[in-house]
């Protein structure tokens, strides 16, 4: 409108990026490319032993900071491998909670990778004083780790997250009030309409999770702060002090709660119209006739399951497909399963977008992953769900209790119930109507989520960050926030008051019995 | 984007409006206006004594409730000269407490008048059949009465609100969580930091007017509700489920705080760029030179100050224009006061908006009212505030804790102290940067909050509601909602635990005491 010459004019801003490794570099690098696009300079932080973040590129600069240890394809597949086979098992809570403790202290060791690459960095004069030189604009930081807070402040420019999870949790619990009576925490498996019992495990779920944080991650960093800080500052703070948080879900997806004015909401930002299939995948499509067709992947990372755990369920797998009508297309990096059909067309790698957005696509089998469930969303694709591990059931979850999508948990897993769950997602048609509904509801937004994305990052760039849209409650004490002070002191007074009121009645009372004794004596 | 095809498909909804009299039909006129100009058909539900809204539009067609008594202009000008003339006298606690609840008992007895038209209008059979016959899309309506929430509950459609109050104070409070601890009580005159005696009064302002509320207001209406629906619904809820509210603030004007999905902020949706002025007033405005012109305006209700109470205001006020440099454009309807100097032009009418956008125009006195404070800020002018009633005061302090206004409360306004906060609005540089950069803030939207307010209206026709933005948490009984139930279960486990603890720790104590006495025997 009116305004949209000034938004214009901001060009040329400069972008400090300070990712992290896997899967959230695939969404962060949509961002990146866009602000290149826009005329927007980037550079772009990673580790020397960097996975996926390539030190050359053709639309940012990188900034390589040494580290000993990083994260590569061998610690994530370890982790992921421990992970699995313990979803495989049959669970008990003392087992569950051994396993929390396990993933807990996997997270920590992850943790101190990135503390030594904060460290390295402040203690790089040479590096700092480039960086305080270059004067960025802003710092664009994922806060599942705590490199992003740390060097905003260091360097005292304006910060935007690009967030779904920071270092204590899902992302809204570090910035908006969230009643535990009905906003479920990830990994709880629970709706945003709780029993009892539910509600109670719930609460129990976050104090583990609270302890655990301030256990094994926080400290780390807050050590970073209390050693190159001057002034004590909580490390907690920091994170809360963003100004923008860009959160990776919509309501179409997320279970309603609240939130806050700075906020912004571009779920499904990765999402764009399909292309035209290759020649040949289109022809394999087209010979599906009727039936049409059934895609399956189980993420970037996760090419096959983990052969030492898992053989035995691709073939289950494979089997099932066999069975089908459909032709089946599916994203297989290891050897080809015994049981395969001929109906079942093995890839390396599947164009997803594309063929989630082909009509001849009838469902979707899927690990989880937020990037495959926003696509599936956004097509309107019905989804039998393989959860493996981390936010996976949650993503997947939310598109079940919305009618869209079926679970099958790993360990439940076998030819049968895999037949069962692909048939009802196919015949039942409200599967896909349900899928179709959440997709018009989530493309029915006044801006695209991406641009929305831009126009706040450019934002805090015109306004040298967005304080107004911020509170500072979160400066002030628990005790206060929660008005705990308050109520004691009004509870002393009203108890005063009582106590005053009785003691003063006792003694009118006294004084007029003696004073009728006295009268009758 | 790609999805602005289905957006311009829906054309040709059927709107029910339920508006609220005075100024707050001003403001929904102009959303009325728009949605006409959209190519809807509105229908407006009237009082037949109604002050403000006519039986005739050219842009809506009337339905019209027979009522006894109305919203006249005498009603509300007693009102408000009973409030001014308790305003410029000395406050006490006592003196509050009582104008507060003489306060509530104008207001109950408004809100009376309101039910005997909701009464009349559903036991109009013809009129209820006509309004079901109509299929309507939607109400709008203006939750500060409690019409619109009983009718689309009664007419089983979806519910927009357009809202800054409810029946139960500001409208945030019905549907986000409100920390007391930040969030300044409406007419408590406090800012979102807040000292320990302060967030005291917030809490006990906030249990007087709950107090007030569920004794005055609530039951009214809760009575309606009860005989006229089948199932036993509380009039709260009714309000709560409303599908959108359509806020009138924004975050460059409101303190940050915690809001909801559902909620869209259309501060300023009635503000718009200037156009020239007439002929003769912008030659008056010219012959100002470079002191520039300073405009004063209390609204569209109070042309005068109340005559009784406040005839020397009014002189003072003229004494200490005609000592200013500047000209002054002053509506006034009433006498011409004595001392009025030449600088200074009284008018019946001024265009309002076209003034504060002339670059001549140097300060603005005001009386607070959402309209002009909106307007003040969207064209960056510094304000000088005369609060006279309701949330005037709030709204001006707003202006004021951000550096843009000053306000001269109604009890020390004389000659001097008017003439004082004129010089240093006028002369103080930072009033009109600080109102520069929250204009500049105001207009840096992705949208301009009329499109915002319309595109919000429309998708609620599209989807038949926004049931997905709606968290349905206020079904919960307050104990669930805040966790209390869980927090106690808990307790009492721990207690338990600890008990029987001890109490086999002791056991076992005895025991060996026991045996080492035996063996000493």
């Known amino acids: ?53 390539k030190e050359e590129s053709s639309y940012y600069n990188s900034i390589t900071v040494s580290v000993t240890e990083g994260f590569d394809e061998e610690f994530v597949i370890k982790a992921l491998s421990k992970l699995f086979s313990f979803l495989r098992s049959e669970t008990s809570l003392l087992k569950f909670i051994n396993f929390q403790f396990e993933m807990f202290s996997t997270m920590s060791s992850a943790h101190a990778r990135v503390c030594e690459m904060i460290t390295n960095m402040i203690e790089d004069k040479g590096l700092m004083k480039k960086l305080n030189e270059s004067q960025f604009d802003l710092v664009l930081a994922d806060p599942a780790w705590g490199a992003g807070a740390i060097l905003a402040h260091y360097l005292q420019i304006p910060l935007v997250f690009n967030v779904r999870w920071t270092t204590n949790g899902e992302g809204h619990f570090d910035i908006a009030p969230s009643p ?16 009892f019992t539910e509600r109670v495990k719930n609460i129990l779920h976050y104090s583990l999770l609270k302890l655990q944080n301030n256990v094994f991650i926080k400290p780390q960093y807050q050590a970073i702060c209390d050693k190159y800080f001057q002034t004590k500052l909580d490390f907690t703070e920091l ?65 096959q399951l983990p052969k030492d755990v898992a053989a035995d369920l691709t073939d289950e797998i494979a089997a099932a497909f066999a069975e089908m009508p459909q032709k089946v297309i599916w994203r297989h990096t290891g050897d080809k399963p015994a049981t395969l059909g001929n109906n079942t067309l093995l890839v390396n790698w599947l164009p997803q977008n594309d063929l989630l957005g082909h009509p001849k696509v009838k469902a979707f089998v899927a690990h989880g992953g937020t990037n495959g469930v926003q696509e599936a969303l956004y097509h309107g694709v019905p989804v039998v769900g393989l959860p493996l591990f981390f936010d996976q059931y949650d993503n997947l979850f939310r598109l079940q209790e919305r009618g869209g999508a079926k679970i099958i948990p790993p360990h439940i897993l076998d030819k049968t119930v895999f037949l069962q769950a692909l048939q009802e997602v196919l015949h039942d048609p409200s599967y896909r109507m349900n899928m179709q509904r959440l997709s018009r509801l989530h493309k029915d937004q ?58 003063i009645v006792r003694c009118i009372c006294c004084r007029m019995c003696l004073k009728r004794k006295m009268k009758r004596e």
Chains 1, 2 share one sequence.
């Open 1 to 53: 409108w009116h305004h949209s010459k000034s938004s214009l004019l901001y060009r040329g801003g400069k972008v400090l990026v300070v990712p992290l490794e896997g899967s959230h570099w695939v969404n962060m690098d949509i961002l990146v490319k866009a602000l290149h696009s826009k005329g927007h300079s980037v550079s772009v932080l990673r580790a020397s032993k960097s996975w996926y973040i």
């Open 239 to 303: 994170q809360q002090a963003a100004d923008i948080w860009l959160m990776r879900v919509d309501f179409v997806f997320e279970f309603p709660r609240p939130t806050m004015p700075n906020v912004v909401y571009m779920g499904g930002f990765q999402c764009k119209p399909s292309n035209p299939l290759p020649q040949d995948l289109e022809v394999f499509v087209q010979s599906a006739g009727d039936h049409g067709i059934i895609i399956m992947s189980l993420g970037t990372f996760v090419g």
């Open 180 to 195: 535990l009576s009905y906003i479920p925490l990830t990994g709880s498996g629970f709706s945003d309409k709780m029993t």
């Open 446 to 503: 006044p801006m695209k989520p991406l641009d929305q994305a831009l126009f706040w990052i450019e934002f805090v760039m015109r306004h040298k960050g967005a304080a107004h849209l911020r509170t500072e409650s979160y400066k002030m004490p628990w005790y206060s926030y929660h008005s705990l002070d308050v109520i004691g002191f009004l509870a002393i007074m009203a108890f005063t008051a009582v106590f005053f009121t009785v003691f």
